[in-house]
């Protein structure tokens, strides 16, 4: 029997001011892919915009994938000089710092379109193994300003997972930042087996640290009797409470901070519908144990965590969030977020100064 | 040599107060699934609606598939407490009866959305090996209203196939009392073979038997001469004439009863583009010659009636129907049922009385 | 690592004008498919609209793809009668030369319909191992007037490839005249691995020789040294440079004329984004010679010129064309296109006459 499809509409909250960043934040560092994936070009759209990443000579450039002459994706381009990329239709021929056409190659040497025209270029950077890029307006911001600072650590591991997902990159924040999801969907991930997770909370709030903001409560309760329905969850001995710090900060970083490990998340809007999702698990390791932390990473964390526990959350994400919403009690982590989204959102005036 | 597309257009007569009913009549009950299709969950989408099916216990229910809190699909949720269903993404715990959110498991045994809010549920009823539902307004009417009586035969013996077609219901339910199709498209159907269908008839005309419309004639005509073209259809000696009996009658439920068995047709809107097609064969027996009668069903009615015969009226419901239409004598037949679905459709009012 | 596929937009130039050809010019004689890939019947969609193909006894027919009635697809309909055509559905039996109902069969011979209404019906001629129909207004003109007079001459011989293409017809036509994209996309083709292909010219203009416009220059340069690059292109000294020539006419028939052969390319609008491309390579030749010529077309043109080559064209037209466009000093081609098609469009009224 023919099961029928989740009808998917438009994602949307009860905060007007909140759904009018549904395109993403433009004036950001985002991580766009691991510096290793990068040689010779690679095409990829970032907050709607078809931008080409291109590695020249050991550099990073990034450009509009669209020719000016006639709209030709750049990607077909080829490389006739150093530091130069040519449209393959005519032969427009662009320098990959400025964007500055150098060459009409097919109207010979004083073709005078040179020097009059310029393709647009993106800032990017190659740093902590993966390539970033910032499309908003003005001079951007020191890429410090947009990473967490644990990355900044020279003894840092990071292990990183990249993914493309369905639904609208707000809705994958609020679900990372959620304080009841964790109490709920993720008790029945292979990951948390071992972990008594609390049935609910009481004295919840969220707290300001610095960029971050992060969940707090005065007290966890791990079972409870409900009333009409009976006693719930049920107790597994061999399950022990685990202490973590949930946190959340602009442009959209998550971040749980475990005893063994650091999980960051980036959510990168690709457009409206469709988010890039950069996992990165962290510890301070150096040598031998760097290398036993990246087994351990690749043995376990890859696929419990990076992959199953996160595919819970991926679902909600996409499917979630059409028609209204009510919200209840644990979403004062979710309101949190929105309120901090709406009031700090970086703004081109203030990025261009 | 690749073969052109057939283009599909939006379906529509020229009849503006039946076009308004091409989303579905809402008030009255409908086949929704055999019966023992339903163990656990199953989602459907009937009158344009997302409608999660449940068997808890043995009872069937239907809610709407799209938790009060997030937007979550109900189908991933899990049963915590009999009679309930928990949505995966938050706990949030619904009766299943009445639809009264009874606990939102996250938010601890006095969390304060219980008890005021509840998620849709629809009125269902398991009979004649179906799941039926009314997704109308107010106090749906008795199911008997709206099956046919002969289902409520005890000796009836019920052969059941369910598909999901292309195409608008209404055009559906029309194809199946329209009366010249049967005598051009079905004549080359092997389910006819032996069948003298006639090439046309006189004094066609549509009359009333309680619910049911139906269609009578004066005379039937074999073959004919037509100017300018020739004697038309060659009769075969071994095709023979079979009386039957066409009906059609209100939510669009058709009829033919032959000698030897009754078959009915429901079809149920999925959206405005799509129906279930619930075909049933029947007739009185019991015991052995009950028996018998599944296996000749099996042997033959399922695939030359139900499959290969019904699929032409399938390829005609979806592909016919876009762009203006020229009804012509026969079409009374057509004409008939669009003003008893007009004038008779059940609304709201009446419904809730 | 998934690649952000290309965003098409919607295709548009900066003359108004021009953009509104994009369905297609309807006024003109076009080629649809081989001869002998017509047996039976074939649906095709032509300047957006839906046209069924017959060949019956030998001749070709060509009318509209729905029938009157009910708007059935008649791809479905039966040949119950020479020179006729009856609808699946209900039987509605059309003269294939004129249109006209000439039956309704399960209506009786004397069916009130009959005489009344005539199906659309198109002109068509079967000619040069082509069919080809003209579906615009009025009275067609002559098929000679729209076809290149190379293929009068009795001696010419043949080789033709048929392909549905993506991309609007118009950017085809353009990219077949464009002067600059010879000598950048096109350099880098196995099919020129032993043309000196020029790196620019000068002096270049359009000049006008009966219906065709064709594309001049005072000079070619093979090899320039460009300010601040470097010298290009490379030059092989197992090159050679070949003088070609290439014209374009209404409406959008391209011709390159080489010294061995001369190529055809017929652009005919399937609908706004969507194009069949004809293509044909020509010569004079008679008896063992006209063999050879096929067999040097299949072994060799077919896959490098009609397959390869005209793939790399084929990228272009999808691709580019997408957003504003800087014209600059080789697109005189372009342009000269652009007005001769824009002035010279046979209207409604001058096809009548």
């Not at 609390?198 to 007290?219: F, H, I, M, N, T």
């Not at 061999?238 to 946190?247: C, D, L, P, T």
């Not at 519908?273 to 036993?292: M, N, P």
């Not at 690749?298 to 419990?304: A, C, D, E, F, V």
Request: proline letters at 6%.
């Amino acid at each position: 029997m023919r099961k029928a499809p989740i009808i998917r509409e438009k994602q949307v909250t009860q905060w007007p001011e909140y759904d009018q960043l549904e395109d993403g934040l433009a004036n950001y560092w985002y991580p766009a892919m691991r510096g290793r994936k990068l040689r010779g070009k690679v095409p990829m759209q970032i907050l709607g915009e078809s931008v080409l990443f291109v590695r020249d000579g050991g550099e990073v450039f990034a450009l509009a994938d669209r020719c000016l002459h006639r709209g030709t994706p750049m990607r077909f381009a080829r490389r006739d000089f150093p530091g130069t990329l040519s449209c393959i239709y005519h032969g427009w021929c662009y320098d990959l710092k400025t964007g500055n056409l150098v060459a009409a190659l097919t109207d010979g040497p004083d073709c005078p379109m040179v020097g009059k025209v310029s393709i647009k270029t993106y800032p990017v950077e190659e740093r902590f193994g993966l390539i970033w890029i910032y499309m908003g307006e003005g001079t951007p911001p020191l890429l410090e300003e947009d990473v967490p600072e644990e990355f900044l650590d020279p003894r840092i591991v990071l292990c990183i997972r990249i993914s493309e997902q369905d639904g609208n990159w707000r809705f994958a924040v609020e679900n990372h930042f959620d304080d009841a999801h964790a109490q709920y969907l993720h008790r029945f991930s292979l990951y948390a087996t071992f972990s008594r997770v609390p049935a609910y909370k009481r004295g919840s709030r969220v707290v300001r640290d610095g960029k971050w903001l992060e969940r707090e409560q005065d007290s966890l309760h791990f079972a409870a009797d409900y009333p009409g329905l009976g006693r719930w969850p049920k107790l597994r001995f061999w399950q022990k409470s685990y202490g973590i710090k949930v946190r959340v900060r602009m442009p959209g970083i998550g971040m749980v901070a475990r005893k063994a490990h650091t999980a960051f998340k980036f959510h990168v809007p690709v457009n409206t519908d469709r988010f890039l999702f950069v996992q990165v698990i962290t510890r301070q390791a150096t040598g031998v144990r760097a290398w036993l932390f990246r087994l351990e990473y690749w043995l376990i964390h890859r696929w419990l965590y990076h992959v199953l526990f996160n595919n819970d959350d991926v679902l909600m994400t996409k499917y979630s969030h059409s028609g209204p919403e009510n919200l209840f009690g644990p979403d004062i982590s979710v309101t949190g977020w929105r309120k901090m989204c709406i009031e700090e959102v970086r703004t081109g005036q203030v990025a261009a100064e």
